[in-house]
């Protein structure tokens, strides 16, 4: 055919009108003779154009009648034309798989089984495809019989004629025919071995579940038992050669191709263990060593080849077993950890194309279903059905989910699943990933049924039903279970008390009792408030299930809600702002000491919402309105109540923002650099303190002297306080200077001088209900034996003549905090040739500090404390990491302007730079001092009180560790790293500091 050039044919734009994306190409192909009777026929072009790919359609037809003989080629196209079932069936499938069509081009008479169309035709079960497979008797014309078989399968899913359910059911049919056929080659090829044992062959995942993809592993499990008169060793070995042949047989690829995998490594011990065991062997296994992965895995567990009674004993002897798994002590972490695992083993790269694992993915709506199942099915037999819809459809029936939801979840997984049926149809080949390229997601929502704009309207179906799925565990889990508790529809559901408790606990509720009681006060009756926590605390009770401590998430949440009910902004504020429910969700549950804090001032659960409200406070803002307050105070006590009030509310800021940065959440992801972390909460707990001693102290100078003392006064801090590096639970430590004004006597300066700091001390430790702020004077001049306060030339003489050089060490870290800010600097200037001693320090004065350092690890370190993990004095910990920075501070601070600074991070940053240490040492005192540092802050926040050591329970240890970023059941990961890192520490401190 020719054409006026720049003109085009009228077949051309029929073909652009049919679908066809290369018009110009299938115009070549439509030239052939062979094609003739396609190209006049417009029944045939429009049924290509109906084809998800009409490129891949003409092109695979063209392919299969280049393959067939004259007779047969007029044959296959005179009933193309006059038979509409053929026509959809064979088209449909060329335009879906370019891999089907290979298969045809192959065997082009093969098309012949798409020709019936009878009623037995259109849902075919397992003994229809043995019929199938009939005749294949040796591995080859199995594979070729398997994909006759499929191709079947394929048309009729294409067409439509079976929906995306019946296709799987029918590949697991398939699956099951296949298995029996496979079996039967290997026991013909050895008969002796045959003779010897019974074997059943058992399938699992989604073939014993009967919704089996068109391209997965075919998970089995082997048992075997002698037949009489043959020993048990022999039988087995009989057997597992017999097994090991039906996979070869499977799994094989030849130029056939291949069927599927066949993969046994859901078997006791994996692939570590037996292929084949006795029935006794596995219940022995099932019964001691067993996980509950492997319990969860045997909930589809169906005897499909070989002894169909040795089968049946299996499944009958498991069954048990599964429906207790929920009972294990470790049903709970076990849970979690598999969850977890979904998402972490997905490369970044494909998180967002995966349809099985990703999330909102087919993963996440068969882990739910399943866990409901293993919870319920306890004592609800109808709920055991292998298959994800099956069951799903059960739970609903069972009221232990919402009919709407489970209806929901119910078309979102059947989508997906189609979407994964079509991806993998395409070449036959096992993915999960949602192809990028334009014209495979064009074929993709084609397939699908999607015309208009294939590739858009696919994305928003996809992310749509995704979205669905991401929030199952709100749907499934916790709506249904609120229903119930709450009576909102009586006789709606039948979830009672008990199978609501089922399910709190096998979230992780170790009281599920308490927990329905706190459910049913908070969310029931018809008030308004009632109702936004019922739409609130399924969303919450996920987050409080993803907590080392549910009990106490939801204890506080109630407290919480009990003290700030009748306050209009509370419950639209966690309703509203998705920041501030999630955030107060992950603060309840961490520890003690964030709960405490706010349960004192309710009213603070405000920050949370604010976008800027964790952020800390600038020293400025917070003397502003410390002094401000102190002004207005009728007295001292009233004032320093208020001051601190402050305190308490800005260290929950602190310590939310702690927590909200070391877990994360979905809006802020958990924060990367942990020494961010440890400096701002060093930062920001040292102005706090630093700010309520200064409005102790201008409240104690108001009540007796008015607004101005005899004397001027200042508070250094020292040690961490003066580090800035102070901790929840840290004391302050400080020295008191004072300087008499002109014209007033010394010794009456003194007077006021003790008089104030006795005052400041009483106010801060008034008691309250708020955190207490302990002032420690222990590290002035000649320790508690000492007087409190001294004059600036006091001090000036004793370090002239009595200083010792631990002195000079304490005051590495001195920093004036509070009041008069010339005698603080004054301070400073009078101390800095002791603590920088020019030329540095003499071999006396090292090896002095070596000693102390010493004998304060000989001596100090608690009876029975473990070295290893000591946070302040043991092995690589704190004291190490900062006698070793200090040292070197004391030996080169004097030429090294970097080493003047209070802080460890900055001074061993500085002696890095200044080629004092080595990067690497560096590195390694840096990570073990903010570890450290970490765990100290982690034990205050978890267990509400400070400590040097790991905690010896259990939950408070997992809580640690979630702190830390180790998920549950890592506890022990997180005590190794830890002496890892502390080790490498002490490694270098012996070197850097003994010289070793």
Known sequence: MTTVPGR??????????????????????????????VRADPVLLEALGATADPDLALHGLARLVEAEEADERQILLDTLVTAKPLRDRLLGVLGASEALGDHLARHPRDWQALVTYEATDLHPGVAEFEQGLAGADDPDSLRVAYRRCLLAIAARDVCGTTDVAEAAAELADLAT?????????????????????RLAVIAMGKCGGHELNYVSDVDVIFVAEPVDGFEESAAVQAATRLAAHMMRICSDTTVEGTIWPVDANLRPEGRNGPLVRTLSSHLAYYQRWAKTWEFQALLKARPVAGDPELGAEYVEAVSPLVWQAADRENFVPDVQKMRRRVIDNIPADRVDRELKLGPGGLRDVEFAVQLLQLVHGRSDTTLRSGTTLEALRALAEGGYVGRVDAAQLDDAY??????????QLYRMRRTHLVPEDAPDLRRLGRSLGMRTDPITELNQAWKRHASVVRRLHEKLFYRPLLDAVAQLAPGESRLSAKAAGHRLEALGYADPAAALRHLEALSSGVSRKAAIQRTLLPVLLGWFADSADPDAGLLGFRKVSDALGKTPWYLRLLRDEGAAAENLARVLSAGRLAPDLLLRAPEAVAILGDPQGLKPRTRENLDQEVLAAVKRAEGAESAVAVVRGVRRRELFRTTAAD?????????????????????????????????????????????????????????????????????????????????????????????????????????????????????????????????????????????????????SQALLRAEPVAGDAELGRDFIELIDPLRYPAEGLGEDAIREIRRLKARMESERLPRGADPTLHTKLGR???????????????????????????????????????ELISGEDAQTLDEAWVLATRVRNAVMLVRGRPGDTFPSGPRELTAVGRYLGYEPGHVGDMLDDYRRITRRARAVMEERFYGA
């Open 414 to 423: 059947r989508f997906l699943r189609a979407m994964e049926h079509r991806i």
């Open 8 to 37: 085009r044919s009228s077949t051309f734009t029929r073909l652009l009108r049919h679908g066809f994306t290369d018009p110009s190409a299938a115009e070549r192909l439509l030239d052939l003779p062979e094609l003739s009777s």
């Open 659 to 807: 927590l909200i940065g070391s877990y994360g959440t979905e809006e802020r992801p958990a924060e990367e650099d942990p020494g961010a972390l440890v400096d701002r909460v060093g930062n920001a707990v040292t102005d706090l303190n630093a700010v309520t001693i200064a409005g102790a102290l201008r409240a104690a100078v108001r009540e007796q002297w008015g607004d101005t003392l005899p004397t001027r006064f200042a508070v250094i801090g020292v040690g961490r306080f003066g580090g800035h590096e102070l901790g929840y639970g840290s004391d302050a430590d400080v020295l008191f200077v004072h300087a008499p004004r002109e014209g007033v006597d010394e010794q009456e300066a003194g007077r006021a001088a003790n008089a104030v700091v006795s005052e400041m001390r009483r106010l801060l430790q008034l008691p309250t209900a708020d955190p207490p702020l302990i002032i420690d004077a222990d590290l002035r001049p000649e320790g508690r034996s000492g007087p409190l306060v001294r004059t600036l030339a006091s001090y000036g003489a004793y370090y002239r003549r009595w200083s010792l050089v631990w002195e």
């Open 177 to 197: 025919a296949t298995l029996r056929a496979a079996l039967a080659i290997a026991r013909t090829a050895a008969p002796a071995d045959a003779a010897q044992c």
């Open 876 to 914: 690589g910990g704190l004291s190490d990491v900062e006698w070793t920075v200090q040292l070197m501070q004391m030996q080169h601070g004097w030429a090294e302007p970097g080493l003047r600074t209070t802080r460890t991070r900055e001074a061993l940053a500085a002696a890095c730079a200044a």
